[in-house]
């Protein structure tokens, strides 16, 4: 049998770690015995010193260790890594050869036991994030698995994201695995086609965990014949082209220009007609939207994270709430707003309130007829609470 270096725990942080958290912290070791490399493998025993997890092993980030398996008969080698990636595609066979090519998530980090790691299928193309070290170092291997378990092109990486420098690690782009990728991937959503820019898009190139919502505003423009529909924040103009190919006039509004002109493009791919797209500030727009006394039967509120972390909660909630609150002023009598949130730290129940707290200043009477969240390619483990992120509420408005 292999020996590894040992982390001990200290026997009030063992809980979680019992319960199958993924994360040690610092804080939470005791004691380490040995010298690992960064990102091997490293074994994770209670303070009485009995086996707990293996996971992979990183010094310079506050989170030391992240556990992978918690059966000391298990070891982690590159069978185990093949392995857990078909387990995860497996999981989604019935969003793969729809026929048309589609967008869905193939590996969600945490939440399918692969802490790290992400990656989205668009069409042929993988794209994969490394957000941590002991993903970065395997990263070659991963690429090659997953070409083997889906039929794609290639694989290209984007790990430009900040989260990385928690890591000690660089931010990095390129290809991984056979071809570049496509300026633009066509995938379809629900009927409608995306054009997605996996170069330089946000995340992977788009936001797949809005795929149902996207198709669920289609279906209620559909159903309560809404004429006219506002989307705030619509960086590619997604929910507006469901809106729109329902019959839908739609006003697009979002600060990135460059999203602005791939949502032009996105409509007339859907042979819609590009108009109503509207650069500049959302919350700019919408007082200005309130002067002017507009009103929309539908509105989609679907913000960037405003809570990085737990510290900036208090600030985020009122952004939340000054935005809701304008949109809900905005909104005809029985018209719908769907709102959304992305930050975690903005847990469900807080969100609800914030709305609550929207609704009672803004004079109308809102009711909750659904209560909303990511797709099912984007699971949430049961033992990593953390992956629920979004949420989202649709308000009936009088
Ligand atoms: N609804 C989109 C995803 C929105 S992500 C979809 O389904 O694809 C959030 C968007 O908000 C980004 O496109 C970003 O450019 C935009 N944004 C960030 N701050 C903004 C602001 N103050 N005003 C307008 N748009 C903003």
Redesign the pocket.
């Known amino acids: 049998m292999t020996t590894f270096p040992i982390i001990t725990l200290s026997a009030e942080r063992e809980k979680p770690i019992r319960n199958r958290h993924p994360w040690v912290f610092s804080g939470g070791i005791k004691k380490l015995d040995g010298t690992p490399e960064p990102g091997s493998i490293v074994e994770v025993r209670g303070a009485d010193g009995r086996f707990l997890a293996r996971g992979y092993y990183n010094a310079q980030s506050q989170i030391q260790a992240r556990l992978l398996s918690w059966d000391e008969d298990e070891q982690i080698n590159e069978a185990w890594w093949r392995l857990r990636l078909a387990k995860a595609v497996s999981a989604r066979t019935h969003f793969l050869d729809r026929g048309a090519p589609s967008g869905v998530r193939l590996i969600n980090a945490e939440n399918d036991f692969l802490p790290g790691l992400i990656v989205d299928k668009y069409g042929d193309t993988l794209v994969l994030q490394a957000l941590t070290l002991g993903i970065d170092q395997r990263k070659h291997m991963i690429a090659e698995a997953l070409a083997g378990l889906v039929k794609v092109k290639g694989v290209y990486e984007r790990s430009d994201v900040d989260v990385r420098r928690l890591e000690g690690l660089e931010q990095t782009t390129g290809v991984l695995w056979g071809e570049e990728p496509p300026k633009h991937i066509a995938i379809t959503e629900h009927g409608v086609t995306l054009l997605v820019d996996v170069r330089t898009g946000?995340k992977t190139g788009?936001?797949l965990d809005?795929a149902d919502?996207?198709a669920l505003v289609g279906a209620w423009v559909a159903r309560t014949q809404a004429k006219r529909v506002l989307?705030?924040?619509?960086?590619?103009?997604?929910?507006g082209v469901h809106a729109g190919k329902n019959g839908a006039q739609t006003v697009n509004?979002?600060?990135?220009a460059e999203?602005l002109d791939l949502a032009e493009e996105t409509y007339r791919a859907n042979g819609l007609r590009a108009s109503g797209m509207v650069e500049?500030?959302?919350?700019?727009?919408l007082r200005a939207e309130i002067e002017d006394k507009s009103t929309y039967d539908l509105i989609?509120l679907?913000?960037?994270k405003f809570a990085q972390n737990k510290q900036h909660v208090e600030r985020a909630a009122r952004g939340y709430k000054d935005i809701n609150l304008h949109a809900l002023r905005l909104v005809n009598s029985g018209g719908y707003l769907f709102t959304?949130s992305?930050s975690g730290a903005v847990d469900a129940d807080l969100f609800q309130k914030i709305v609550f707290g929207a609704i009672a200043d803004s004079g109308r009477t809102g009711q909750i007829v659904r209560w909303l969240s990511a797709g099912e390619d984007h699971p949430v483990a049961l033992t990593f609470p953390e992956g629920a992120y979004l949420k989202g509420l649709v308000v009936r408005v009088e």
């Open positions: 946000h788009t936001y809005q919502n996207r989307n705030v924040f619509s960086y590619t103009g997604g929910f509004i979002d600060s990135s999203a500049g500030d959302a919350f700019a727009f989609v679907d913000p960037p959304y992305c």
